[in-house]
């Protein structure tokens, strides 16, 4: 960090030919008492640049996060969406709701319609940024649904995002982990889906709260659609917990997930149910 406290000034020629260079001291030029000035110095320093002259100086630190603020406000999905910690913290530090975007949702028509900053936190997996919003659950909705019913645990389990899952789980007080839509809970879509490892989360946690065998459209559990979806691992993995899973439960049409699994031609997963079954 120290190297960064001096800056050097190439000159070159039309050929790229270095004529001279020189060092000086930044924290001599600036004056913060014209902020202006400093901040033209820095602000054709790209993002990640400029998250590394925070840790240079005081000097340094109030002009990157001038800069940042000023590039950044009204951005903070993107930030989000793009993993930049440092710009998700500052925005949440420095500016109210409306100035850092904080309440933006993806409005384009496709799947993903009204996810929140939250959600594409989530659903990228970006671990730090969803503990920043954990800690300012005062201002930001963490349990709101998409144009779809999803949250953004929902998303978190269906996108196999294990370490968001887990936290999330760690801070089940603050998290709704029952919230459904017409497919079914946060379990149901990690089964459907077939992030065994957050299957597996979700079973470990259930002895206390979720329920592996919530129904959702046609009546279908968590089991059946592991079975239609043809995601073994996840099927053996729940017949391994039959205690919990029942594996004869029926949908609104009469079928069990064995019937499901045998009518979308998935024969491995059929000989694991007979033999668990003991048919």
Wanted: aromatic content about 6%; hydrophobic content about 40%.
């Amino acid at each position: 960090q120290t190297e960064l406290k001096s800056s050097i000034i190439f000159c070159l020629d039309a050929n790229s030919e270095t004529r001279f260079c020189t060092c000086f001291k930044m924290d001599k030029v600036i004056n913060l008492g014209i902020p202006h000035v400093g901040e033209l110095i820095v602000e054709n320093i790209d993002t990640p640049g400029l998250i590394q002259c925070l840790l240079v100086s005081e000097t340094w630190k109030e002009l990157a996060e001038n800069v940042l603020l000023k590039r950044w406000k009204g951005k903070m999905f993107e930030a989000c969406e793009n993993g930049k910690t440092k710009v998700v913290q500052l925005l949440l530090e420095r500016c109210n709701s409306e100035e850092s975007g904080l309440n933006t949702k993806r409005k384009d028509g496709g799947i993903q319609d009204g996810v929140t900053t939250f959600m594409i936190s989530c659903i990228k997996g970006h671990k730090d940024i969803v503990q920043l919003f954990l800690d300012h659950s005062e201002i930001i909705d963490l349990n709101a649904k998409d144009d779809d019913g999803w949250t953004a645990f929902m998303w978190a389990c269906t996108f196999g995002q294990k370490g968001v899952v887990q936290l999330l789980l760690d801070h089940s007080e603050k998290i709704d982990l029952h919230a459904r839509d017409d497919d079914g809970s946060a379990f149901t879509l990690a089964c459907k889906w077939g992030p065994k490892d957050v299957v597996q989360l979700l079973l470990d946690h259930s002895d206390r709260t979720i329920d592996p065998n919530v129904r959702g459209f046609h009546g279908r559990t968590a089991f059946m659609w592991a079975c239609r979806n043809g995601h073994k691992d996840v099927v053996k993995l729940l017949l391994d917990h039959s205690e919990r899973i029942d594996p004869n439960a029926t949908d609104i049409h009469g079928r069990t997930a064995l019937m499901i699994a045998h009518n979308y031609g998935h024969t491995d997963i059929v000989k694991l149910i007979k033999a668990k079954l003991n048919i």
